[in-house]
């Protein structure tokens, strides 16, 4: 007999970016409506149907919300915390640190911490809209008391960082739904791979992950995983994870708290 995968811990994160990585992509998209809806479909249709698919697989998970789409969707964020989900800082517009100036960014990081403290969110976690630093990043998560970043790609556990009192739990872009289904119509450079593809590669690497005892965190969007087909996808997938021995969800805030 095949022995079963063993399991490991995963977290389930999402990025709801709605209209705000647009506009970060490229200013003049603000002005684009079609461009936009793509984003709007994320927090009209797609954090609804993922709440609702989360909530009957009881399935705890991390969302990462940029400061601008909780201004402009505060039902949404209410009812991700309702749901008892974490909250956590993704920028306040969708703009990498990179491109920042200092103040900016510490002014960026102070207010997208205020609105979603105003929602109600403790906000512990911290993951840029790039997945990247700017020289002053880790000072200033340091300085405004974060307690994790999910940000680099240098480890499969998470670990606290050796020059900065805070703990990274790392991300790929293999367990990122936009690496496979991104389609962004300015440049045309990528295809919209199948569901079944994409879930045989998350498979692949989830017994990866559960042999070499690593902290498995698919990175998704509301955007790109909730189209219908996908979400389908996305729940037998999930309840294939939850049903793999010893494998166990927890939040990006959890992960981090364990490393302690
Ligand atoms: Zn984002």
């Known amino acids: 007999m095949t022995k079963p995968v063993a399991g490991c811990d995963v977290v389930v994160s999402f990025d709801f970016d709605a209209e705000?990585?647009?506009?970060?992509?490229?200013?003049?998209?603000?002005?684009?409506?079609?461009?936009l809806s793509q984003g709007t479909y994320g927090a009209k249709?797609?954090?609804?149907?993922?709440?609702?698919?989360?909530?009957?697989?009881?399935?705890?998970?991390?969302?990462?919300?940029?400061?601008?789409?909780?201004?402009?969707?505060?039902?949404?964020?209410?009812?991700?915390?309702?749901?008892?989900?974490?909250?956590?800082?993704?920028?306040?517009?969708?703009?990498?640190?990179?491109?920042?100036?200092?103040?900016?960014?510490?002014?960026?990081?102070?207010?997208?911490?205020?609105?979603?403290?105003?929602?109600?969110?403790?906000?512990?976690?911290?993951?840029?809209?790039?997945?990247?630093?700017?020289?002053?990043?880790?000072d200033l998560l340091v300085k405004h008391g974060f307690g994790y970043s999910s940000n680099l790609m240098d480890d499969i556990r998470p670990y606290r960082h050796a020059t900065h009192d805070i703990v990274e739990v790392p991300v790929h872009w293999t367990l990122d739904d936009a690496a496979h289904f991104w389609f962004d119509i300015a440049s045309w450079t990528k295809s919209i791979r199948t569901s079944a593809e994409v879930r045989a590669l998350w498979e692949e690497e989830f017994a990866g992950y559960s042999a070499m005892n690593g902290l498995y965190v698919l990175t998704l969007h509301p955007q790109v995983i909730g189209r219908p087909g996908r979400l389908r996808m996305l729940e037998a997938f999930l309840t294939w994870l939850r049903d793999q021995d010893g494998s166990r969800f927890v939040t990006a805030r959890q992960a981090a708290e364990g490393c302690a």
């Not at 705000?20 to 461009?35: H, K, L, M, S, Y």
């Not at 698919?53 to 705890?60: A, E, F, H, P, Y």
């Open 20 to 35: 705000e990585v647009w506009i970060g992509e490229d200013p003049g998209n603000a002005g684009r409506p079609g461009t």
């Open 45 to 138: 249709v797609a954090v609804p149907a993922v709440l609702e698919l989360l909530r009957r697989l009881d399935i705890t998970a991390t969302f990462f919300v940029p400061g601008r789409v909780a201004e402009r969707h505060p039902a949404r964020v209410e009812e991700i915390l309702a749901g008892g989900h974490e909250v956590a800082h993704h920028g306040y517009t969708h703009t990498s640190p990179t491109r920042l100036a200092p103040a900016e960014e510490e002014e960026e990081l102070v207010r997208g911490a205020q609105i979603l403290s105003a929602l109600g969110a403790d906000v512990v976690g911290y993951r840029s809209p790039s997945w990247d630093f700017s020289p002053v990043t880790l």
